[in-house]
């Protein structure tokens, strides 16, 4: 079965954005095919279960109240750090909810 890395780094407050409602889709229909790992915040993890996916869950960073440019350099640094301890050469895919740095750079 192959393997498929989320990176939803980027969630900020409680809101759900057009990428998260992209990548919840792609999991409803691909966790019957696909083993999926979700890198992300812990409001992605509150997103994942308001929609009730079990999934492979790895939180990179808590809920903060940081201004944007400090909670964006917060992520990135959190997002670095745990894809260098999850070894990411595992993953047959990687996928990156947005194209905000906090996904991408990770990614």
């Known amino acids: 079965m192959k393997k498929i890395l989320i990176i939803a780094n980027n969630n900020i407050g409680h809101g759900q954005s057009g990428g998260d409602t992209i990548f919840l889709n792609f999991i409803k229909y691909w966790q019957k095919d696909l083993k999926i790992t979700v890198l992300g ?4 993890q509150e997103l994942l ?14 809920a903060t109240n940081l201004p944007l440019f400090f909670h964006q350099i917060r992520r990135i640094i959190k997002g670095i750090k ?16 947005s194209d905000f740095y906090p996904d991408l750079i990770p990614g």
């Open 49 to 62: 279960k308001r929609y009730k996916l079990k999934i492979k869950f790895i939180k990179t960073d808590e």
């Open 41 to 44: 915040s812990q409001e992605t």
């Open 82 to 97: 745990s894809i260098y301890n999850l070894r990411p050469k595992n993953y047959d895919l990687i996928y990156t909810v």
